[in-house]
């Protein structure tokens, strides 16, 4: 029985992205024109050929656009529905939990979906009219420089805000769902520690498809697609609501 008021908070990551079939970026999946992720994904990639980063770009861009959230996305919007307080910390750069409808979504690693200015820092949205064949550098439209995405990359660090956002969330949180992260990147690594530390009344669940290295910090692991374990859980939690 999980109080009406509880304050839940959600960790994401690429397991469930994974799920409305955006890849992983890891092994086999993470190649694309024989190169390799590690290799497109840096600021040095962008500053030798931003052609080319950005043709990765355009073809992720046309992926995602052609996937749907799936049934753990609407999981965690059905429980916004029911009035929990809900706010979930993602490591995924698409926009599938606000297709999804869920309202609070901190990007941790940034928003594929945004561009920002090299020069001027302007912030701006993909134009949905976008021809994703025909991949070009854009431009920016208030000084004229190149717009990078507006991810974090290899060798970057993260919004200092974002991440203290999340910290202060974490700290006054009754629940926390770890849903399809492997735990291995900071400061994801660390969420589970920040949130006990102030608060040890947390409890915390994990859902992946194998234990992980956060499997030791929650009261319960749950395995299995998380596609098909996390509504359950929530339907569990709704019913007795
Ligand atoms: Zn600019």
């Given at each position: 029985?999980?109080?009406?008021?509880?304050?839940?908070?959600?960790?994401?990551?690429?397991g469930i992205s994974k799920a409305s079939g955006i890849p992983t970026f890891r092994g086999k999946d993470g190649l694309w024109k024989n190169y390799d992720f590690m290799e497109l994904a840096t600021p040095k990639a962008f500053r030798t050929n931003p052609q080319l980063v950005w043709e990765w770009y355009y073809w992720r861009l046309g992926l995602i656009s052609q996937t749907n959230?799936?049934?753990?996305?609407?999981?965690?919007?059905?429980?916004?529905?029911?009035?929990?307080?809900?706010?979930?910390?993602?490591?995924?750069?698409?926009?599938?939990?606000?297709?999804?409808?869920?309202s609070?979504?901190?990007?941790l690693h940034g928003e594929i979906y945004k561009r920002r200015c090299i020069q001027c820092n302007?912030?701006?949205?993909?134009?949905?009219s976008a021809d994703f064949e025909n991949p070009i550098v854009p431009?920016?439209?208030?000084?004229?420089?190149?717009?990078?995405?507006?991810?974090?990359?290899?060798?970057?660090t993260l919004?200092?805000?974002i991440v203290e956002k999340s910290y202060s969330r974490l700290q006054e949180t009754d629940l926390l769902l770890i849903v399809g992260t492997s735990g291995l990147v900071y400061p994801v690594a660390n969420f589970p520690f920040i949130a006990k530390q102030e608060n040890r009344q947390i409890e915390i669940i994990e859902f992946n498809i194998e234990s992980t290295p956060l499997s030791s910090m929650a009261n319960k692991t749950v395995l299995g697609p998380v596609e098909d374990t996390l509504p359950?859980?929530?339907?569990?939690?709704?019913k007795d609501s």
């Amino acid at each position: 029985m999980i109080p009406s008021e509880a304050r839940i908070t959600i960790i994401s990551g690429s397991g469930i992205s994974k799920a409305s079939g955006i890849p992983t970026f890891r092994g086999k999946d993470g190649l694309w024109k024989n190169y390799d992720f590690m290799e497109l994904a840096t600021p040095k990639a962008f500053r030798t050929n931003p052609q080319l980063v950005w043709e990765w770009y355009y073809w992720r861009l046309g992926l995602i656009s052609q996937t749907n959230p799936n049934k753990a996305h609407l999981a965690l919007k059905s429980l916004e529905d029911a009035e929990y307080d809900i706010v979930i910390l993602t490591q995924n750069v698409d926009n599938l939990h606000e297709r999804a409808g869920s309202s609070r979504v901190y990007h941790l690693h940034g928003e594929i979906y945004k561009r920002r200015c090299i020069q001027c820092n302007d912030v701006s949205y993909w134009d949905a009219s976008a021809d994703f064949e025909n991949p070009i550098v854009p431009k920016c439209t208030k000084c004229d420089s190149m717009l990078r995405p507006s991810v974090v990359w290899f060798n970057e660090t993260l919004d200092p805000n974002i991440v203290e956002k999340s910290y202060s969330r974490l700290q006054e949180t009754d629940l926390l769902l770890i849903v399809g992260t492997s735990g291995l990147v900071y400061p994801v690594a660390n969420f589970p520690f920040i949130a006990k530390q102030e608060n040890r009344q947390i409890e915390i669940i994990e859902f992946n498809i194998e234990s992980t290295p956060l499997s030791s910090m929650a009261n319960k692991t749950v395995l299995g697609p998380v596609e098909d374990t996390l509504p359950k859980f929530v339907f569990e939690i709704i019913k007795d609501s």
